[in-house]
């Protein structure tokens, strides 16, 4: 069988599983199997399936059709132009999260927090952006932790980017210039409405704090004055109906200049802030 018969058969068969993207999962699907780079499927769609690869695609779409991402299958996703090892112990990156990259990196910072790194794509994409940058990661999850430890090892930050287990900032040291985190946001209530590819595969601790979704910036905005320097920054990422929430929990902490920002949909996406400048202040760690 041609590769691209295997490619026709694998699209009709996503799409008889309901699966929404069931052509773009397909190539990714079949890209994997081949061992190549997705953007080097077309060169090889004419070329005869090699042994092996057969047996891969088979296994790859009944994963699929069991709702596992395509991410956590192939154990890759891009994001900021890197691509990221995923496993069932981290959030498959999303898009709409290039946003708060994208925001944190509207000025420069020498040393930034993660918190909830997961696959640590967001500390990492900082600081393959900022060269003379370096960072510190928590979570919780010990897989998390070593998946962000190996993404860290192969985008080449690992002499720049630590990480460390920690419930928000209770083990963390010192003071930073930049705080980013895309928490759990999802109220507990919403779960049962969240696709099974979200809901069936991916760690609910990273989903969701329970309740109305807002333990994980309550926590945040109470510990961050204390872990952010004068005149830092902190960059969260949000659910699209918390903005007024987040900016309320923040100003009540003595952050000013407090800012939302949209994702391409224009939903609400990200909350910037800063914590008021102090001169007496100024550069201390």
């Given at each position: 069988m041609r590769a691209q018969d295997a490619l026709v058969a694998a699209t009709r068969r996503l799409r008889a599983a309901g699966i929404e993207n069931a052509a773009g999962d397909a190539r990714r699907l079949l890209a994997h199997?081949?061992?190549?780079?997705?953007?080097?499927?077309?060169?090889?769609?004419?070329?005869?399936?090699?042994?092996?690869?057969d047996a891969r695609l088979e296994a790859a779409l009944s994963a699929r059709e069991a709702r596992q991402p395509v991410a956590q299958i192939t154990g890759k996703r891009l994001f900021w132009g890197h691509a990221f090892r995923v496993t069932r112990d981290?959030?498959?990156?999303?898009?709409?999260?290039?946003?708060?990259?994208?925001?944190?990196?509207?000025h420069p910072f020498v040393h930034a927090l993660d918190l909830g790194t997961g696959?640590?794509?967001?500390?990492?994409?900082?600081?393959?952006?900022?060269?003379?940058a370096a960072?510190?990661?928590?979570?919780?999850?010990?897989?998390?932790l070593e998946v962000a430890r190996g993404n860290a090892q192969a985008l080449g930050v690992a002499d720049r980017a630590k990480f460390l287990r920690s419930d928000?900032?209770?083990?963390?040291?010192?003071?930073?210039?930049?705080?980013?985190?895309?928490?759990?946001?999802?109220?507990?209530?919403?779960?049962?409405?969240?696709?099974?590819?979200?809901?069936?595969?991916?760690?609910?601790?990273?989903?969701?704090?329970?309740?109305?979704?807002?333990?994980?910036?309550?926590?945040?905005?109470?510990?961050?004055?204390?872990?952010?320097?004068?005149?830092?920054?902190?960059?969260?990422?949000?659910?699209?109906?918390?903005?007024?929430?987040?900016t309320e929990l923040l100003a009540a902490q003595g952050f000013e200049a407090i800012e939302t920002r949209q994702d391409l949909d224009g939903r609400d996406r990200v909350i910037l802030a800063r914590k008021p400048r102090d001169p007496a202040e100024c550069g201390a760690l």
């Open positions: 199997a081949l061992a190549i780079a997705p953007d080097r499927l077309t060169l090889a769609l004419h070329d005869p399936m090699p042994e092996g690869a981290t959030l498959d990156p999303r898009p709409e999260t290039e946003i708060l990259v994208e925001t944190a990196l509207e696959t640590g794509c967001i500390l990492i994409s900082l600081l393959k952006s900022m060269p003379f960072g510190l990661g928590t979570d919780l999850s010990p897989g998390a928000w900032f209770a083990e963390v040291p010192g003071r930073f210039d930049l705080i980013v985190s895309n928490p759990p946001y999802i109220a507990e209530a919403e779960m049962e409405g969240l696709s099974p590819d979200v809901r069936d595969w991916e760690p609910h601790g990273a989903l969701t704090p329970g309740g109305d979704g807002l333990d994980a910036y309550r926590a945040i905005a109470k510990g961050a004055p204390a872990r952010l320097m004068a005149g830092g920054r902190i960059v969260l990422e949000i659910g699209p109906t918390q903005a007024a929430a987040v």
